[in-house]
């Protein structure tokens, strides 16, 4: 029983190490999770309050309470931006500096009770002008991060590993002796998945947006093009990665590579508004993080198209530069 | 002389090392069965891919009714590859329909169903087909748009002999129709039965071409006579006689049986394990190559 199960176990190791590509991806992805969420979570401690400024926030540097410790200052380009900011409270206190300087707190923010109070102790004699309005729980802000990350692994594998499936199994070289083109198969591809996405995602909205009581406080119709868009994007990634390969366990690691990034950095569990620049540029690069920001700014936020257009723009353009390319290095045989 | 359908021109396809098929020349008139015929790696298969339209050629090119493959070649061809897998969880006739949309005319499916004897199968899972009514889905599929030449690559491999032998005669029935048949098969029995020509085709060339029996008549005497080698003694080779070694047998052919029987005996040869057949297209193969067709 031992010798043949050392055949099987030696012939098993051999096929393994001998797939490259399987081998870089098992000791790349531990590798990049652990240096990426270094990245994202280490570093200084993080600054606790936040304070907007209307204006240029350097311009105002030499009044004592910009030296406070743990918070964090940041422009804002008009009162009305930083007061929308204050009544969802992104920001726990928007101050203009003048003499004296105004400052708008939320009455309904815990945080902007002590950021008030760390104000006051630094300058007596500025301005309040109270407002009020209530944080978006945190299930509602998780709403839209659950929805985008099941249209993306519904995308990107349910596209991926059936491309993959049909080349390995000869499907592919079947269709390929038909009048059929790469652009048609793939096309039908994209909107068959469309139409599934479309669908389960309709369903689930409905049925957690009832389980949580949630009403979308912008236009159904954006959400649904945001949806649209989203879905668009994650199913021309898949498409790309399953364009050429062969490989199942090759086409998995790629798969894991994009999507675990995605999870960790495109919001769907927390936000990433304090991480350094470039992990919050790296971050704006996935498809998923403008699909969730576009889709909180309209759930959570009343966004109009207008304020979302350059994420719907920005998913529109992945979209033909990864159908693009999916269609240009389609292959149908192994 | 008929029109030819498909013309092949000086056909050659490289691999970094291998040439796979090496200046290939064929013409297929309309209506006609023809066969390509070789052992695994001869260039068979690589051959009818570049004449399916699947490979590219390095040098060489497919004419279809004199024209470079197209649009007009897709629209018309009917394909049943070595192994084909199919869409999960679709049935019989849910396949049928698939390929049938993708062609600008097509035969009606109950009248396929009907042809291929899958009617009762109809509503059934295709993964749940036993081998040979697979296999007669995918003949059925490849006929789906009513092709003018219908393209079979080893179609009745793995099949049992009965499977095999109904196969056959859906084929029949298909060339009944004055369809243009292009098969490759190793199973010699098969390419006499249904080819009207064959090409021999062996490490990328064309060895013999024609008409199976014209090709035996030209190559064979009447008779052939099959002896174990180890029946065989080493003095009876010096006997004149038209001698073919093969691995386990000696293959002996002949126009005068009653002579050729004499010489053995005489030559005090055991004949106990003797046995006479025609030639077939294996004998012929094994005269032009001294390589045995393999499987």
């Given at each position: 029983?031992?010798?043949?199960?050392?055949?099987?176990?030696?012939?098993?190791?051999?096929?393994?190490?001998?797939?490259?590509?399987?081998?870089?991806?098992?000791?790349?992805?531990?590798?990049s999770?652990?240096?990426?969420?270094?990245?994202?979570?280490?570093?200084?401690?993080?600054?606790?309050?936040?304070?907007?400024?209307?204006?240029?926030?350097?311009a105002?540097?030499?009044?004592?309470?910009?030296?406070?410790?743990?918070?964090?200052?940041?422009?804002?380009?008009?009162?009305?931006?930083?007061?929308?900011?204050?009544?969802?409270?992104?920001?726990?206190?928007?101050?203009?500096?003048?003499?004296?300087?105004?400052?708008?707190?939320?009455?309904?923010?815990?945080?902007?009770?002590?950021?008030?109070?760390?104000?006051?102790?630094?300058?007596?004699?500025?301005?309040?002008?109270?407002?009020?309005?209530?944080?978006?729980?945190?299930?509602d802000?998780?709403?839209?991060?659950?929805?985008?990350?099941?249209?993306?692994?519904?995308?990107?594998?349910?596209?991926?590993y059936?491309?993959?499936?049909?080349?390995?199994?000869?499907?592919?070289?079947?269709?390929?002796?038909?009048?059929?083109s790469?652009?048609?198969?793939?096309?039908?591809?994209?909107?068959?998945?469309?139409?599934?996405?479309?669908?389960?995602?309709?369903?689930?909205?409905?049925?957690?947006?009832?389980m949580?009581?949630?009403?979308?406080a912008?236009?159904?119709?954006?959400?649904?093009?945001?949806?649209v868009?989203g879905?668009?994007?994650?199913?021309?990634?898949?498409?790309?990665?399953?364009?050429?390969?062969?490989?199942?366990?090759?086409?998995?690691?790629?798969?894991?590579?994009?999507?675990?990034p995605?999870?960790?950095?495109?919001?769907?569990?927390?936000?990433?508004?304090?991480?350094?620049?470039?992990?919050?540029?790296?971050?704006?690069?996935?498809?998923?993080?403008?699909?969730?920001?576009?889709?909180?700014?309209?759930?959570?936020?009343?966004?109009?198209?207008g304020?979302?257009?350059?994420?719907?723009?920005?998913?529109?353009?992945?979209t033909?530069?990864?159908?693009?390319?999916?269609?240009?290095?389609?292959?149908?045989?192994? | 002389?008929?029109?030819?359908i498909?013309?092949?021109?000086?056909?050659?396809?490289?691999?970094?090392?291998?040439?796979?098929?090496?200046?290939?020349?064929?013409?297929?008139?309309?209506?006609?069965?023809?066969?390509?015929?070789g052992?695994?790696?001869?260039?068979?298969?690589?051959?009818?891919?570049?004449m399916?339209?699947?490979?590219?050629?390095?040098?060489?090119?497919?004419?279809?009714?004199?024209?470079?493959?197209?649009?007009?070649?897709?629209?018309?061809?009917?394909?049943?590859?070595?192994?084909?897998?199919?869409?999960?969880?679709?049935?019989?006739?849910?396949?049928?329909?698939?390929?049938?949309?993708?062609?600008?005319?097509?035969?009606?499916?109950?009248?396929?169903?009907?042809?291929?004897?899958?009617?009762?199968?109809?509503?059934?899972?295709?993964?749940?087909?036993s081998?040979?009514?697979?296999?007669?889905?995918?003949?059925?599929?490849?006929?789906?748009?009513?092709?003018?030449?219908?393209?079979?690559?080893?179609?009745?491999?793995?099949?049992?002999?009965?499977a095999?032998?109904?196969?056959?005669?859906?084929?029949?029935?298909?060339?009944?129709?004055?369809?243009?048949?292009i098969?490759?098969?190793?199973?010699?029995?098969?390419?006499?039965l249904?080819?009207?020509?064959?090409?021999?085709?062996?490490?990328?060339?064309?060895?013999?071409?024609?008409?199976?029996?014209?090709?035996?008549?030209?190559?064979?005497?009447?008779?052939l006579?099959?002896?174990?080698?180890?029946?065989?003694?080493?003095?009876?080779?010096?006997?004149?006689?038209?001698?073919?070694?093969?691995?386990?047998?000696?293959?002996?052919?002949?126009?005068?049986?009653?002579?050729?029987?004499?010489?053995?005996?005489?030559?005090?040869?055991?004949?106990?394990?003797?046995?006479?057949?025609?030639?077939?297209?294996?004998?012929?193969?094994?005269?032009?190559?001294?390589?045995?067709?393999?499987?």
């Amino acid at each position: 029983m031992m010798r043949r199960l050392l055949s099987v176990w030696h012939a098993r190791n051999l096929e393994f190490i001998r797939d490259r590509g399987t081998l870089v991806f098992t000791l790349l992805l531990p590798l990049s999770i652990i240096v990426g969420m270094g990245f994202i979570f280490g570093g200084p401690p993080r600054p606790l309050f936040k304070v907007g400024v209307v204006g240029s926030a350097a311009a105002a540097r030499a009044d004592a309470f910009f030296h406070t410790r743990y918070v964090q200052f940041l422009a804002v380009p008009s009162a009305a931006a930083g007061l929308h900011e204050v009544r969802h409270q992104r920001i726990d206190l928007l101050l203009e500096p003048g003499a004296p300087p105004r400052y708008w707190v939320n009455t309904d923010s815990p945080k902007g009770y002590i950021t008030e109070k760390l104000l006051l102790a630094a300058d007596p004699h500025a301005l309040r002008l109270p407002v009020s309005g209530k944080a978006v729980p945190y299930l509602d802000w998780l709403f839209p991060g659950i929805l985008g990350m099941n249209v993306m692994f519904s995308c990107l594998f349910g596209v991926g590993y059936v491309v993959l499936r049909y080349r390995q199994s000869g499907f592919l070289k079947r269709l390929h002796a038909t009048p059929l083109s790469a652009f048609e198969f793939l096309s039908a591809q994209v909107l068959s998945r469309l139409t599934i996405i479309l669908i389960v995602t309709t369903g689930l909205y409905l049925v957690i947006a009832t389980m949580i009581h949630f009403h979308s406080a912008g236009s159904i119709a954006l959400l649904l093009l945001i949806t649209v868009l989203g879905a668009l994007s994650m199913i021309a990634l898949g498409l790309t990665v399953a364009a050429r390969f062969a490989s199942e366990e090759l086409v998995n690691g790629l798969l894991n590579l994009l999507t675990w990034p995605m999870m960790l950095l495109s919001g769907v569990w927390f936000s990433l508004a304090g991480s350094p620049k470039w992990v919050q540029w790296a971050a704006d690069a996935l498809p998923l993080t403008q699909f969730l920001h576009a889709a909180r700014e309209v759930m959570l936020y009343g966004a109009g198209i207008g304020a979302v257009a350059p994420n719907l723009i920005y998913l529109a353009l992945v979209t033909l530069v990864f159908l693009g390319f999916g269609a240009w290095s389609f292959k149908w045989r192994i | 002389m008929r029109a030819p359908i498909l013309e092949v021109r000086e056909l050659l396809k490289q691999y970094p090392g291998v040439t796979a098929v090496n200046g290939i020349s064929f013409s297929v008139p309309e209506g006609m069965c023809f066969g390509l015929l070789g052992p695994n790696g001869a260039g068979k298969t690589t051959t009818i891919e570049i004449m399916e339209g699947i490979l590219t050629p390095t040098a060489g090119e497919v004419r279809y009714r004199g024209e470079p493959l197209g649009e007009r070649f897709r629209e018309a061809a009917g394909i049943l590859f070595q192994a084909t897998a199919l869409q999960n969880f679709l049935t019989v006739r849910q396949s049928l329909a698939m390929f049938h949309g993708l062609y600008a005319h097509g035969r009606d499916i109950d009248e396929l169903l009907k042809l291929c004897s899958l009617e009762a199968l109809a509503e059934r899972d295709n993964r749940k087909l036993s081998g040979g009514q697979l296999q007669r889905l995918l003949l059925a599929i490849a006929l789906v748009n009513d092709p003018a030449v219908l393209f079979l690559d080893e179609p009745t491999t793995g099949l049992d002999p009965q499977a095999r032998r109904n196969f056959w005669a859906l084929v029949e029935s298909i060339k009944a129709q004055r369809k243009t048949i292009i098969l490759t098969t190793h199973y010699m029995e098969e390419a006499e039965l249904l080819c009207d020509e064959v090409a021999i085709v062996d490490r990328g060339r064309i060895i013999a071409q024609g008409a199976p029996r014209a090709l035996l008549r030209e190559h064979f005497a009447a008779v052939l006579l099959e002896l174990p080698r180890a029946d065989f003694p080493d003095g009876a080779r010096q006997l004149p006689l038209q001698r073919i070694d093969a691995d386990d047998r000696v293959e002996i052919t002949t126009d005068d049986l009653d002579a050729t029987l004499r010489t053995l005996i005489d030559a005090e040869v055991p004949l106990k394990n003797l046995r006479i057949r025609p030639a077939n297209l294996e004998d012929l193969f094994l005269e032009l190559t001294g390589r045995e067709l393999r499987a």
